[in-house]
Nanobody, 124 residues
Framework: QVQLVESGGGLVQAGGSLTLSCVVS????????MAWFRQAPGKERDFVAA????????YYADSVKGRFTISRDNAKNTVYLQMSSLKPEDTAVYYC?????????????????WGQGTQVTVSL
């Protein structure tokens, strides 16, 4: 059984920073690529960032490039999302997900396991 548990969300002022964590348990954790998605109220779940199993490659949505950094520590079975220069439009529930090999990075259907999400709220 694979479980993903996110943490680190909260309320932050615009321009501030937050770091999200996703602890992954289960089989073959370190051999899987991982990603972060986010979903604002009334909107679809959108791709934010992804990282390959060894951290060798990363991918970002245009809206977060230069502001967010995805990383992982396989020894701790943890994936991180460092967010800086936060904007009100970054407000959403953030989810981590496990990638299905060969699928598109930026599509929800490319992932088989999801966490429960952590709320990030950015105020003016």
């Amino acid at each position: 059984q694979v479980q993903l548990v996110e943490s680190g969300g909260g309320l932050v002022q615009a321009g501030g920073s937050l770091t999200l964590s996703c602890v992954v348990s289960g089989r073959a954790v370190s051999t899987k690529s991982m990603a972060w998605f986010r979903q604002a109220p009334g909107k679809e779940r959108d791709f934010v960032a992804a990282i390959t199993w060894n951290g060798g490659s990363t991918y970002y949505a245009d809206s977060v490039k230069g502001r967010f950094t995805i990383s992982r520590d396989n020894a701790k079975n943890t994936v991180y999302l460092q967010m800086s220069s936060l904007k009100p439009e970054d407000t959403a529930v953030y989810y981590c997900a496990r990638h299905i090999y060969g699928r598109q990075w930026n599509e929800v259907h490319g992932y088989d396991y999801w966490g429960q999400g952590t709320q990030v709220t950015v105020s003016l």
